[in-house]
């Protein structure tokens, strides 16, 4: 597919032609581009899942992430696939998209987005970060548990870190937390994470 298809597609043509070969695709400038999350990646997002649901069951709040979702910003030349979604049960049915196509095209229909930086982190900085600002999804962090991304995003000298962007009349503020410095979220105001638990989470357990 990426390589058949050479011209710029729209969202509702990138899900037409989305092959069934169990690969995971995002739609970036009209452009396919595969989505091949390494080991360590996934264990990040899975240590940060577990944290999450354990959130939301124990303060029994209106929430569910999903498997799977996309999220198509204003422009119809783009949709991407976070690495976790949370989104709200209360307005989840108003967004026209989510019944047939697990993509969310409102901002009100999510209340966090995570990304985890990886060889591509110039699109979760430079790109996505706009584009959910523009939709007005009220939380987006960036996860750089490797330290990717441009000193200009994350400092000097360089360190892993979570950047939290919360909207605040229509633009995103954000704080940024490092070591053991915990995170500090308004859909999660109880939860304890912070940037050495996720790196002490890729450490092999004792045998």
Known sequence: MVQ???RSLTFDEFLESYPDDENLYELMNGAVVPVKPTGPHGRVSAFVLRKLIVEVEKEDLPFFIPQT???KPQSDKAGYLPDLVVLDERTIDED???QKESTISKGTSAQLVIEITSSNWRDDYERKLPDYEEMG???YWIIDYLALGASRHIGSPKQP????YQLLDGEYQFMQFRGT???RSQVFPNLSLS???ILAALQ???K
């Open 137 to 139: 999804i009220a939380e």
């Open 195 to 197: 940037v050495d638990d």
């Open 161 to 164: 870190l979570i950047t939290v």
């Open 181 to 183: 410095e915990p995170v």
């Open 69 to 71: 979702c996309y999220v």
């Open 96 to 98: 026209p998209r989510w």
């Open 4 to 6: 058949a298809l050479e």
């Open 204 to 206: 092999p357990r004792p």
